[in-house]
């Protein structure tokens, strides 16, 4: 499987940004997909995520900023960012696997990833 991201960029705070991924190869082994983030010196930590049957996760102090949706015809997901934050600055990478909801949760690996895509928000 592999995962393209796009969509990144600078903006200023207060904006929003739109992430695509798109998926190709073995998609049929792909449940799920999410977006997660690492910032410098940070640990890296799901942002979003998203399964085929439309189930989703957000990171609870994103929830209502963040908006993960996905097109299982376009084997394609998308996060839209809203009232970005400085701290919001990462970079941003796709992720997908045969996992559930529940088994990101429990802190689950997804077994496929994207090369990132940097999104700054300056102040």
Same mark, same amino acid.
């Given at each position: 499987?592999?995962?393209?991201?796009? /969509? $990144? /960029?600078?903006?200023?705070? *207060? /904006?929003?940004?739109?992430? #695509?991924?798109?998926?190709?190869?073995?998609?049929?082994?792909? %449940?799920?997909? $999410?977006?997660? =983030?690492?910032?410098? *010196?940070?640990? =890296?930590?799901?942002?979003?995520?998203?399964?085929?049957? *439309? =189930?989703?996760? !957000?990171?609870?102090?994103?929830? $209502?900023?963040? @908006?993960? #949706?996905?097109? %299982?015809?376009? %084997?394609?997901?998308?996060?839209?960012?809203? #009232?970005?934050?400085?701290?919001? @600055?990462?970079? !941003?990478?796709?992720?997908? *696997?045969?996992?559930?909801?529940?088994?990101?949760?429990? %802190?689950?690996?997804?077994?496929?990833? /994207?090369?990132?895509?940097?999104? @700054?928000?300056?102040?």
């Amino acid at each position: 499987v592999q995962l393209v991201e796009s /969509g $990144g /960029g600078l903006v200023q705070a *207060g /904006g929003s940004l739109r992430l #695509s991924c798109a998926a190709s190869g073995s998609i049929f082994s792909i %449940n799920a997909m $999410g977006w997660y =983030r690492q910032a410098p *010196g940070k640990e =890296r930590e799901l942002v979003a995520a998203i399964s085929r049957g *439309g =189930r989703t996760y !957000y990171e609870d102090s994103l929830k $209502g900023r963040f @908006t993960i #949706s996905s097109d %299982n015809a376009k %084997n394609t997901a998308h996060l839209q960012m809203n #009232s970005l934050k400085p701290e919001d @600055t990462a970079m !941003y990478y796709c992720a997908a *696997g045969p996992v559930t909801i529940a088994q990101l949760r429990a %802190n689950y690996e997804m077994a496929y990833w /994207g090369k990132g895509t940097l999104v @700054t928000v300056s102040s």
